[in-house]
C-alpha cells in the first residue's frame, strides 16, 4: 500500500505523461486518471478533448468528480465503439430489449389468465378456499 502510494506520486498521471508535461501536486486530472490506467486518458482526450475536460473537471464539485471522469470515460469508449450513436446505441439497445420482454410478459400473463379462466374458475375458488 505505502510502496504504491510513493509510486503513484513519484510518476506523472496519465493524462500528465499522455500530454508530457510535469504532473504538478495540484493536477486535476492526477487522482482520477492514475498511470496504470493509460487508456482511459487517451479515450477521454480523444473524444472530449484534455482542456475541455479540464474545464468540466472545474465546474464540478470535487466529490463527483470520480463519478464524471467515470462517465466521461464510459461515454469516449462507447464514441469509438459506435461512432455514428455512441452511448445512445447501447441505450437503445436495452430499450428494445425491455419493450420486447414487456411484450412477452404481457402475452405470458394473457395466456395464464385465459388459462385459469378455461379452469372454469375451479382454481381460484379452490385457492380461495382451501387457504381460507
Ligand atoms: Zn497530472
Given at each position: 500500500?505505502?510502496?504504491?502510494?510513493?509510486?503513484?506520486?513519484?510518476?506523472?498521471?496519465?493524462?500528465?505523461?499522455?500530454?508530457?508535461?510535469?504532473?504538478?501536486?495540484?493536477?486535476v486530472?492526477?487522482?482520477?486518471?492514475?498511470?496504470?490506467?493509460?487508456?482511459?486518458?487517451?479515450?477521454?482526450?480523444?473524444?472530449?478533448?484534455?482542456?475541455?475536460?479540464?474545464?468540466?473537471?472545474?465546474?464540478?464539485?470535487?466529490?463527483?468528480?470520480?463519478?464524471?471522469?467515470?462517465?466521461?470515460?464510459?461515454?469516449?469508449?462507447?464514441?469509438?465503439?459506435?461512432?455514428?450513436?455512441?452511448?445512445?446505441?447501447?441505450?437503445?439497445?436495452?430499450?428494445?430489449?425491455?419493450?420486447?420482454?414487456?411484450?412477452?410478459?404481457?402475452e405470458?400473463?394473457?395466456?395464464?389468465?385465459?388459462?385459469?379462466?378455461?379452469?372454469?374458475?375451479?382454481?381460484?375458488?379452490?385457492?380461495?378456499?382451501?387457504r381460507?
Amino acid at each position: 500500500m505505502a510502496s504504491s502510494y510513493s509510486n503513484y506520486i513519484n510518476s506523472p498521471c496519465a493524462a500528465c505523461k499522455f500530454l508530457r508535461r510535469r504532473c504538478t501536486s495540484d493536477c486535476v486530472f492526477a487522482p482520477y486518471f492514475p498511470p496504470d490506467e493509460p487508456t482511459k486518458f487517451a479515450n477521454v482526450h480523444r473524444i472530449f478533448g484534455a482542456s475541455n475536460v479540464s474545464k468540466i473537471l472545474h465546474e464540478v464539485a470535487p466529490h463527483q468528480r470520480e463519478d464524471t471522469v467515470n462517465s466521461l470515460a464510459y461515454e469516449a469508449e462507447a464514441r469509438l465503439n459506435d461512432p455514428v450513436y455512441g452511448c445512445v446505441g447501447a441505450i437503445s439497445v436495452l430499450q428494445r430489449q425491455v419493450l420486447k420482454l414487456q411484450r412477452e410478459l404481457e402475452e405470458t400473463n394473457a395466456d395464464l389468465m385465459r388459462y385459469a379462466s378455461s379452469l372454469g374458475g375451479e382454481m381460484t375458488s379452490n385457492y380461495g378456499g382451501q387457504r381460507g
